[in-house]
């Protein structure tokens, strides 16, 4: 398969995903010697025009994992506006620690639905987004050397001859979402949890209007939050003030939760 151009597409509120699809992205170029164009649409503004793909194209297409499974607000966005026109993908998904449950199987169906050739796949551990614990500094030298493994045998695989033999990747892309649970084991509802604002610390910067992927922080006073929250925690990583946070009681017992249980290292899997 003859690939003239490599398109970095992603979803990355906290830049876990953006490192891990861009790592991919320099690595095959290396490989297949060919430019880079990038695609990021983590800004609602982003997502008014998407990019026309063709058979030409190696897309490298990543989202994190929110309860299990691609982020429920942007995968209506994902299956109705990306065509593929036969352009060969890598679906890659981040994850927290805890485990990418069926997110990779969701992002692979909807991708291959929409006219794309899945060539290989990833799911990379990274940092939690709630927890400065989970995963700490992750995507780290190990998780790169082996998105620089999975560059290698895609570029192999691209360029061997004959048909593109398809990919399996573990998960069912129609489960349901991951029920997150409290540190009393029983269900924890925060649905509704929506970030606070230390107004002692906050200089009305609009530093996390900016960066709400859901246009959901009044740029005029940062701490009324009127919109959806996906609980990215972009406007908490990304506050210089440190002056974001999230004070809700079940979203709390559910990251002590995780923090209890999901200490040990979860693994980045690469597909080929």
């Known amino acids: 398969m003859n690939i003239t151009?490599?398109?970095?597409?992603?979803f990355s509120p906290t830049g876990n995903t953006d490192q891990a699809v861009s790592h991919l992205a320099d690595a095959l170029r290396d490989k297949l010697k060919c430019p880079i164009e990038k695609y990021d649409f983590t800004l609602p503004a982003s997502r008014e025009a998407v990019p026309s793909f063709c058979a030409g194209d190696l897309v490298i297409f990543g989202t994190p994992v929110y309860a299990g499974k691609v982020p429920n607000k942007l995968l209506?966005?994902?299956q109705n506006s990306f065509k593929g026109n036969?352009?060969?993908?890598?679906?890659?998904?981040?994850f927290g620690n805890r485990?990418?449950?069926?997110?990779?199987?969701?992002?692979?169906?909807?991708?291959?639905?929409?006219?794309?050739?899945?060539?290989?796949?990833?799911?990379?551990?990274?940092?939690?987004?709630?927890?400065?614990?989970l995963a700490a500094g992750r995507p780290d030298e190990k998780d790169l050397a082996l998105l620089s493994e999975l560059a290698v045998k895609t570029a192999a695989k691209l360029a061997a001859d004959g048909e593109l033999q398809p990919v399996s990747v573990p998960g069912d892309a129609?489960?349901?979402?991951?029920?997150?649970?409290?540190?009393?084991?029983?269900?924890?509802?925060?649905?509704?949890?929506?970030p606070e604002t230390d107004t002692?610390?906050?200089t009305n910067c609009g530093i996390c209007a900016r960066?709400?992927?859901?246009?959901s922080i009044s740029p005029e006073e940062p701490s009324e939050v009127t919109g959806i929250c996906i609980k990215c925690h972009a406007c908490v990583h990304k506050c210089p003030e440190n002056a974001k946070y999230f004070d809700d009681p079940a979203f709390l017992s559910h990251k002590a939760m995780l923090e209890k249980n999901f200490q040990r290292r979860a693994e980045t899997l690469i597909i080929v």
Request: hydrophobic fraction near 45%; aromatic fraction near 10%; charge should be positive.
């Open 86 to 94: 036969g352009a060969a993908a890598i679906p890659i998904v981040t």
């Open 76 to 78: 209506p966005f994902i």
């Open 200 to 202: 002692t610390k906050c």
């Open 99 to 133: 485990s990418f449950d069926n997110g990779l199987a969701e992002l692979t169906q909807s991708l291959d639905n929409n006219g794309f050739r899945i060539v290989s796949a990833a799911a990379v551990a990274s940092q939690h987004a709630f927890s400065d614990s």
């Open 5 to 10: 151009r490599i398109w970095k597409v992603y």
């Open 211 to 215: 960066n709400c992927p859901m246009g």
């Open 174 to 194: 129609e489960a349901a979402y991951y029920r997150p649970l409290g540190l009393d084991g029983q269900p924890a509802v925060f649905l509704k949890a929506k």
